[in-house]
């Protein structure tokens, strides 16, 4: 994210990212409607999103807002470059998604990132960062807007030391150890 810079149209792209674990079509889809900056539960609100085929009965996929998400989008809005799209261009366009994989394949280049580095592992990072910083299965799901939790385990990756699996089995057998 820093070799893209922070305030860079990409660089917003990148944060936006890994702060929402946003499919990057939801991204470029993204309706300033669709965001919800006041009250406590400041949310985005995606109401048509790839699980919604799927799904019986339709729901629309609810992001809470940390704060540093906050101010990236209130800083976006406050440039007033688009009335309907939260992610333009230069040109005050939505992205395109072969503009956003270029992007990215530059400054992959520019900075020597493998190939197989690209847009989509910053969804797989956050559902990793998830579960290794304690969240659940379900709440990684559901904070990934995926209804089948077999689906969610694509997402997660394996990371954690011999430390965290030791927390992990301490807890798993914490009943047996009490008995």
């Known amino acids: 994210m820093k070799a893209a810079g922070e305030t860079s149209r990409l660089g917003e792209i ?20 669709d965001i919800h900056l006041q009250g406590q539960t400041r949310a985005i609100v995606i109401p048509e999103h790839k699980t919604t085929r799927t799904q019986r009965e339709p729901e629309p996929r609810v992001i809470p807002m940390v704060d540093e998400l906050v101010s990236l989008l209130k800083d976006i809005r406050d440039r007033r470059e688009s009335d309907e ?21 530059r400054l992959r280049r520019k900075i020597g990132l493998p190939e197989d580095v690209v847009l989509y592992g910053i969804r797989h990072r956050v559902g990793t960062e998830s579960i290794r910083n304690g969240n659940d299965l379900r709440a ?5 807007g995926q209804k089948n939790l077999r689906v969610t385990e694509r997402y997660v990756h394996p990371t954690a ?8 089995m301490n807890r798993a057998t914490k009943s047996v150890r009490d008995a």
């Open 161 to 168: 030391g011999i430390e965290k699996l030791a927390e992990a």
């Open 14 to 33: 990148l944060r936006f990212l890994s702060y929402t674990g946003c499919r990057p079509a939801e991204l470029r889809n993204l309706r300033w409607t």
């Open 85 to 105: 799209f939260v992610f333009v261009t230069r040109r005050k366009r939505p992205w395109a998604r072969s503009s956003i994989q270029q992007s990215v394949r």
């Open 140 to 144: 990684t799901a559901d904070l990934l």
